[in-house]
């Protein structure tokens, strides 16, 4: 993996730990549908003014059908599903749920495109798995005044939002692989933005929301959407679906540091800990760091050069020579 690549998957992993926050922020005042629906119209915006000024934006009409999927399941689907769920759980908890997104990707690869995953990525995605569970063991981090119920809907909602990442990732690697990022950052939100718009009608607050949470959602589209997405989806044409989608294991880290310097939450050993594993796992799962090779005895390695130096039998020196 090369260093820029190495640089982007950080920031972007920084980029959207800290969206969880703003989620979390900006949710209540809002709604989730609504809070989406300015998420991704700023955002598109932003990317229509950026892609204007390109000659590649004629590929957005060549390719609407696949950026539409894209647009549902990586943006307006999962957009919704985690906005409603930092109603009821903190963000730090959203952001781990989040980070089984690589599972799904693996998992829809490998059932759908038949990817071949190196035994050292799926030991890398399972050593990162682990790191999750240590960060979730023990706790479920609730929002003040949730219910049981609304608790056990907010977990299945990140859940499915995390499957439909995995599958849109898979998705774009297949059908979108040679677009630009920018074409496809921009179609993507376009269409979340076109699918949400009439539920956000509907659901738009009957109060004006204050000034601070229009602050965490402008900052939420802004940095946590346009610029990450093209960042996201440079990642995968660059080093796969797969290893693109093992920045969601490195969100709970970054999630964990801006709650810690930002709203006063505590880091535990537990954290700490579960970190560490998280950083393990997102390196094998990378490629940034492999599993010791077995080495072959002395005595194998030379039985194998005599068996490859000896002449075959009923051959001649000169159908030797031709064959070499």
């Known amino acids: 993996m090369r260093t820029r690549d190495l640089l982007e998957l950080v920031t972007l992993a920084a ?100 990817d071949r995953i190196r035994p050292a990525q799926w030991i890398g995605l399972g050593i990162g798995a682990l790191g999750v569970a240590a960060l979730l063991w023990g706790k479920v981090d609730l929002r003040p005044g949730s219910t049981g119920w609304q608790v056990t809907l907010a977990i299945g909602a990140a859940l499915l939002g995390a499957a439909a990442y995995g599958t849109s990732a898979t998705f774009a690697r297949k059908r979108l692989g040679g ?23 509907a659901a738009w607050p009957g109060h004006s929301p204050p000034l601070d949470a229009w602050a965490s959602a402008i900052a939420l589209a802004v940095a946590c959407t346009a610029l990450a997405y093209l960042l996201y989806f440079r990642l995968i044409a660059h080093v796969g679906a797969v290893r693109a989608a093992a920045v969601t294991f490195l969100i709970p880290v970054f999630a964990t540091c801006w709650g810690s310097a930002f709203l006063a939450e505590d880091v535990t050993l537990q954290m700490l800990a579960g970190g560490c594993v998280i950083l393990a796992g ?26 490859r130096s000896r002449p075959a039998s009923g051959r001649d020196s000169s159908s030797l020579r031709s064959s070499e």
């Open 282 to 307: 997102t390196a094998l799962a990378l490629g940034l760091v492999g599993l010791p090779r077995v080495q072959r005895s002395r005595s194998s390695s030379s039985r194998a050069e005599g068996e």
């Open 15 to 114: 980029l959207w730990g800290a969206s969880f926050l703003f989620m979390r922020h900006a949710a209540p005042a809002f709604g989730p549908i609504a809070l989406v629906q300015v998420r991704v119209s700023v955002a598109a915006a932003i990317l229509t003014g950026l892609l204007l000024l390109q000659a590649e934006r004629r590929a957005l009409r060549t390719h609407v059908a696949a950026l539409a999927f894209v647009g549902v399941m990586n943006s307006a689907l999962p957009f919704v599903l985690f906005t409603y769920a930092t109603l009821y759980v903190t963000a730090g908890f959203a952001a781990i749920l989040n980070a089984t997104t690589p599972l799904w990707t693996a998992l829809v690869g490998r059932l759908w495109l038949r």
């Open 179 to 201: 677009v630009p990022a920018l074409v496809v950052a921009t179609g993507s939100q376009i269409a979340a933005a076109i699918v949400v718009l009439p539920f956000a009608t």
